[in-house]
């Protein structure tokens, strides 16, 4: 049974750090690329950044360069995403996504997906 669960998530204030996990389980993790995708209340889900599991290459979002930093630990087959410097507009469910194309895009149709972590950051 494929899984993907995240955690970490929690209440934080603007200007503070987090790292949230994205544990995977039931499918091969090192032959696939995981990623990271919010949803704010009202608003569409948007894509944070990925990275590639054929050379470990990442792709970020515009809005999230320099703050937000995507890693993955194929032994125990968990993706990180570490967030600083966190902003009110941060705020969001955030999802962790898998698929087998290595570079696969925002716009692309990713294989599995998880159940999503709140992330709420105080002003």
């Known amino acids: 049974q494929v899984r993907l669960v995240e955690s970490g998530g929690g209440l934080v204030q603007a200007g503070d750090s987090l790292r949230l996990s994205c544990a995977a389980s039931?499918?091969?993790?090192?032959?696939?690329?995981t990623g990271w995708f919010r949803q704010a209340p009202g608003k569409e889900r948007e894509f944070v950044g990925r990275?590639?599991?054929?050379?470990?290459?990442?792709y970020y979002a515009e809005f999230v360069k320099g703050r937000f930093t995507i890693s993955r630990d194929t032994a125990k087959n968990t993706m990180y995403l570490q967030m600083n410097t966190l902003k009110f507009e941060d705020t969001a469910i955030y999802s962790c996504?898998?698929?087998?194309?290595?570079?696969?895009?925002?716009?692309?149709?990713?294989?599995?997906w998880g159940q999503g972590t709140q992330v709420t950051v105080s002003s």
């Open positions: 039931g499918f091969t993790f090192n032959r696939y690329t």
């Open positions: 996504a898998a698929d087998r194309a290595p570079y696969i895009g925002p716009g692309g149709h990713w294989d599995y």
């Open positions: 990275i590639s599991w054929i050379d470990g290459s990442t």
